[in-house]
């Protein structure tokens, strides 16, 4: 074997150590949404995508119901394929002794991620109440880099234990790439010595 494909072998085992340096997205969060009977809190707020929407009822009128809807299409209904509809939320369901809901039908809260249909993107989007008031809210969904939470519960820092848990694993995937590319070249290295 030559020393020309001895050096390419050596450099494409280098090249797969150096890539093989790991990607970190951020751990996908529930940010709360809360539905009251005088408006939305927070009326503008930021989530990242892979994000999932939590909005709940905590209005204190016991007749009054919400829904929130979005028209993705603009077509001045809530069923098409970029659309939401919460249905009507109430701000509790009516449950027995065993604490189980005596309407299945009825719901106090709506969720939805942002990690397929629903991407990166600004959503106006209202909470139409059963006594005709229509309350407007903004959702904007940033692309995984660089969110200021605003409302939204901040994330736990790493423990420094964790991260230094964490290294280590990281330094064994290279150096098990090394020794098998050191493998490898030794092998070829043996296969190109004449016998004796």
């Known amino acids: 074997m030559s020393l020309s494909k001895i050096t390419a072998a050596a450099l494409f085992v280098l090249a797969l150590t150096f890539s093989s340096v790991p990607v970190v997205a951020h751990d996908a ?43 993705g299409d603009g077509d001045g209904n809530y069923s098409g394929p970029g ?18 809901k005596l309407d299945d039908e009825c719901q106090t809260s709506f969720e939805l991620g942002f990690n397929d249909t629903f991407g990166p993107g600004t959503y ?33 820092q790493p423990d420094t234990e964790e991260e230094e848990e964490e290294r280590p694993a990281w330094l064994l995937a290279v150096a098990g790439i090394s020794a098998l590319g050191a493998a ?13």
């Open 29 to 71: 969060s529930t940010f709360t949404i809360l539905i009251r009977d005088d408006g939305i809190t927070p009326a503008n707020a930021s989530i990242r995508f892979n994000d999932t929407a939590w909005w709940i009822n905590i209005g204190e009128d016991d007749n009054l119901t919400h829904r929130i809807v979005y028209d």
């Open 124 to 156: 106006h989007y209202q909470d139409l109440l059963s006594n005709g008031t229509t309350n407007n809210a903004t959702l904007v969904v940033t692309s995984d880099t660089h969110l200021n939470p605003g409302f939204q519960q901040p994330q736990e």
């Open 83 to 100: 659309d939401w509809d919460s249905g009507d939320l109430s701000n509790s369901c009516e449950r027995d002794e065993n604490g189980t």
């Open 184 to 196: 490898v070249l030794g092998y070829m290295v043996l296969q190109g010595q004449p016998k004796s």
